[in-house]
């Protein structure tokens, strides 16, 4: 058996000195031939393995460099130096993996955000990365654990699929048929996607809710959480072409509890995050003061992360109706002096992310659900309000973010939704299927979808959304 080595983390934490160990993992620096500063990636925090003068070769002591990966067995003793309780008193180092010192991209110093980006395939290996990693795989098991202590059945929806969930059009085609201009056409000179893989035309998924309506017609209470893909050409800290989205979709729930769902989730795994994550997040928070210092005073947050984080857990999230909102953002001086590049003039605007940050960032200064939306702004299968103008819709806002969720009771009436499917020119014949839960056994149900990695963007206070995925996807970008 190879792999005999005590995690970092345990070790650390455990405190205890005096008994034999071995640890694995990546050299972050090598001091004065002595001092090796080790890391395992089970927490940010290195092991200090020492390497007492004499006891080593010459020739492997220069092969311990940053970035080579090294297995150590020693001794755990108390530490001397400061920053950490124990230390290891190595009786052996082997080289697992060398790492030319001169070629290794990750020198031990500070780099930009931009360059890790160039080396995502690296950025693992440093202190900024691992906490928004680990803070990632915190959130996405507290979101499973959130729906499973609910009773709710985790459902896979597709990933290939023949509809435009959204109805926005913004799809990636997926196809085997060539691009070279012989792929086989109808008649009218279009391609025939008859011709194509799965006898149709196909594309990646914008979103999983119409199958999660399907299932919830059965189990009442499901959630998705999975990939999908927009090709919306947004080049924006926000925005990505694959992100993941987790979407609850609930059986005899309304407007109402669907927000109080969606408060109680975000709540639940924001203090997963901050119970399992609390050196990560102090690290974050500390990264983000540093670069909030950088900023001119009046753009600072006015809070630290945590205590945004706690603040967002204590507090109920304010409430309040599209039209309201718009009244609150015309009257606003802001508006009056003509400060927002969109001006707000007329309800029926959609609203722009400057004009949702203001409203959770300077005016209710905490997270906002705005609800019941002009019908035009929003998606074919909300439910229509009685005054034949609005939608039962609601999208949660958070401060330095924007739009972090989007839901909406469901249009559950047959008749209702053909025509409105009708006037917005959604191919009704081709969704049967979806028709089919409101032709049989129909029930009021409601739903949200939750950009994971905009949550994982307000947990850990990283400004760019790119940041917070392993491997982002962005318009002229797929590298990895
Ligand atoms: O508001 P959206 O488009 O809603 C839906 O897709 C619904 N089907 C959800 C539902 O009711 N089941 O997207 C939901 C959330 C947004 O609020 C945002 O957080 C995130 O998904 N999102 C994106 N995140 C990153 N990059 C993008 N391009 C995103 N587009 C949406
Ligand atoms: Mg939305």
Aim: aromatic share 10%.
């Amino acid at each position: 058996m190879f792999n005999t080595r005590i995690k970092i983390k345990v070790l650390l934490e455990n405190e205890a000195a005096g008994y034999p160990a071995t640890v694995m993992g990546w050299v972050r620096s090598f001091r004065n031939d002595q001092f090796i500063a080790l890391n395992d990636g089970s927490t940010n925090n290195n092991l200090q393995v020492v390497a007492s003068l004499g006891n080593f070769d010459a020739a492997l002591l220069k092969r311990i460099t940053t970035g080579a990966c090294i297995k150590a067995s020693g001794t755990i003793i108390a530490s001397m130096g400061k920053g950490q309780k124990v230390e290891m008193q190595a009786d052996t180092i082997e080289i697992l993996g060398d790492s030319d010192a001169e070629k290794y991209p990750l020198q031990p110093k500070k780099h930009s955000l931009e360059f890790l980006r160039e080396i995502a395939h690296l950025r693992f290996r440093t202190n900024t990365f691992g906490a928004v990693f680990r803070v990632r795989n915190s959130l996405a098991f507290a979101i499973h654990k959130f729906f499973n202590e609910r009773g709710f059945v985790y459902l896979h929806s597709p990933i290939i699929t023949g509809s435009d969930a959204e109805g926005a059009g913004e799809m990636f085609q997926v196809t085997t048929l060539p691009l070279d201009g012989t792929a086989p056409r109808n008649t009218d000179g279009s391609i025939n996607f008859k011709e194509d893989f799965f006898g149709r035309s196909t594309n990646l998924t914008v979103s999983g809710q119409l199958e999660g309506e399907l299932a919830a017609m059965a189990f009442s209470d499901i959630y998705t959480f999975g990939p999908t893909f927009r090709a919306e050409n947004s080049n924006t800290t926000r925005h990505l072409a694959e992100f993941w989205m987790i979407e609850p979709e609930v059986a005899f729930n309304d407007l109402e509890d669907n927000m109080n769902l969606a408060e109680d989730f975000i709540k639940y795994i924001i203090r997963y995050a901050m119970d399992h994550n609390k050196e990560d997040l102090e690290f974050l928070a500390q990264r983000l003061a540093d670069e909030e210092k950088q900023k001119p005073q009046q753009e600072r947050s006015e809070m630290g992360l945590i205590e945004k984080l706690e603040f967002v857990i204590n507090n109920h999230f304010e409430r309040l109706t599209y039209t309201e909102a718009i009244e609150i953002l015309k009257e606003s001086n802001h508006n009056k002096k003509k400060k927002f590049q969109y001006p707000v003039d007329k309800w029926g605007i959609d609203l722009q992310s400057e004009h949702e940050r203001y409203l959770v960032e300077k005016h209710f200064k905490k997270p906002v659900i705005l609800t019941n939306y002009p019908k035009e702004i929003k998606a074919f299968y909300m439910r229509q309000n009685d005054d034949g103008k609005t939608v039962a819709a609601m999208d949660i806002l958070a401060p330095g973010i924007g739009e972090i969720v989007g839901g909406s009771q469901r249009e559950e009436r047959y008749d209702l939704l053909l025509k409105r499917m009708e006037e917005m020119q959604i191919p009704a014949h081709e969704m049967d299927w979806f028709l089919d839960t409101r032709r049989f056994g129909s029930c009021p149900h409601a739903g949200f979808g939750l950009g994971f990695e905009r949550m994982v963007q307000f947990v850990t206070g990283m400004s760019n959304i790119r940041d917070v995925i392993p491997f982002p996807r962005y318009p002229k970008s797929a590298a990895f």
